[in-house]
């Protein structure tokens, strides 16, 4: 998702929300480590440790679902114990936290709250969302993509 955010020009505008946005320190020093976790720290990003539940947890939940990684297992873990919200585009890590009953939203849920609190326009929005959609590795369903651009196009 963080590459879809900056590939769309989003990055800096997510840490305007009135939200605090965190990740595992594992899936931060396997996936972010250097200039761009730098950047994301900066911008406010916080780094969060496992307690010993949370890393039981997430070691079980990898055994259990092997398609997932263990940045992936640590994210859902910290989210599911702590009762916060996921962020994710990943199919495995978003079918998990459903069954699991954790929040869990997306790309296109962020830009309906770009839109809500005013962070971003419409202009802003149609145009890093056509960026990010029209990616060859996007995977956001079409659908909604397209009647998110029409709203945007207004």
Do not use: K
């Not at 800096?12 to 929300?17: A, N």
């Not at 761009?36 to 780094?47: E, F, K, S």
């Not at 263990?70 to 495995?92: K, V």
């Not at 939203?105 to 056509?130: I, K, M, S």
């Amino acid at each position: 998702m963080i590459i879809d955010l900056e590939r769309g020009g989003f990055l800096e505008d997510l840490f305007r929300l009135p939200c605090a946005f965190a990740v595992p320190d594992l899936l931060f020093h396997r996936e972010l480590r250097g200039e761009l976790g730098d950047r994301l720290v900066a911008l406010g990003l916080i780094i969060q440790e496992l307690d010993p539940a949370e890393l039981t947890r997430a070691i079980a939940v990898r055994r259990e679902r092997t398609v997932l990684f263990a940045p992936d297992t640590f994210a859902f873990a910290i989210a599911e114990q702590r009762r916060w919200a996921l962020l994710t585009g990943d199919g495995a890590l978003r079918r998990l936290a459903a069954d699991s009953g954790v929040e869990t939203h997306g790309l296109l849920w962020l830009c309906d709250r770009f839109e809500e609190h005013e962070v971003l326009g419409y202009a802003q929005l149609h145009a890093g969302l056509t960026t990010i959609s029209t990616h060859p590795r996007c995977r956001l369903p079409a659908a909604e993509v397209r009647a998110r651009l029409n709203r945007y196009s207004v």
